[in-house]
């Protein structure tokens, strides 16, 4: 059986921190950014931690 891949793309856009959670940065950030609130451009740039509810959704394509 061949080893099971990662799937890149997803790895691109998260970390696994060292506690297990996964970080990941908000969307929606350069496009239209004029358009934007300041409160709202603030927020986006800051990086967000995923909810464990997404955690079964995706450990199958962290594959290490």
Known sequence: MPKMKSNRSL???IKV???GKI???HAY???H???KTAKQCRQLRR???MDKT???RIKFM???
């Open 33 to 35: 950014a004029p358009y």
């Open 62 to 64: 962290i594959v290490k």
């Open 47 to 49: 990086s967000g931690m």
């Open 23 to 25: 970080k990941f940065i």
């Open 17 to 19: 921190t060292g506690n």
């Open 54 to 56: 997404d955690y079964s």
């Open 11 to 13: 790895m691109k856009r």
């Open 29 to 31: 950030k350069g496009h």
